[in-house]
């Protein structure tokens, strides 16, 4: 089983930048895709980026493309996501996920191990 750790959340000011980070335990996920997602408070999470396992093949949600950046170490077993120019709309809780297979996916349902998450706050 997959334990996946996230942390480097913090409160910033709007047009600033935060690196998230998650480490995997249990696991190695080279061979996954990894994704990161957000829920803001009473709405329902959203897919933010994925990173695929074999390739390293990127994708993002519209709302944070060129902003957000996602790449992985696996020789650490972890996985980051860089966030510059963030905006008030970004706060959320962040979480991470590992994916079923090593293709990128969107869709939360298709990933099966998740972290406890680590809270972005976004201040304009």
């Known amino acids: 089983q997959v334990q996946l750790v996230e942390s480097g959340g913090g409160l910033v000011q709007a047009g600033g930048s935060l690196r998230l980070s998650c480490a995997a335990s249990g696991r190695a996920f080279s061979g996954y895709a990894m994704g990161w997602f957000r829920q803001a408070p009473g709405k329902e999470r959203e897919f933010v980026g994925t990173?695929?396992?074999?390739?390293?093949?990127?994708y993002y949600a519209d709302s944070v493309k060129g902003r957000f950046t996602i790449s992985r170490d696996n020789a650490k077993n972890t996985v980051y996501l860089q966030m510059n120019s963030l905006k008030p709309e970004d706060t959320a809780i962040y979480y991470c996920?590992?994916?079923?297979?090593?293709?990128?996916?969107?869709?939360?349902?298709?990933?099966?191990?998740w972290g406890q998450g680590t809270q972005v706050t976004v201040s304009s």
């Open positions: 996920a590992v994916a079923r297979g090593r293709g990128i996916v969107v869709l939360a349902n298709y990933y099966d191990y």
């Open positions: 990173i695929g396992g074999s390739t390293g093949t990127t």
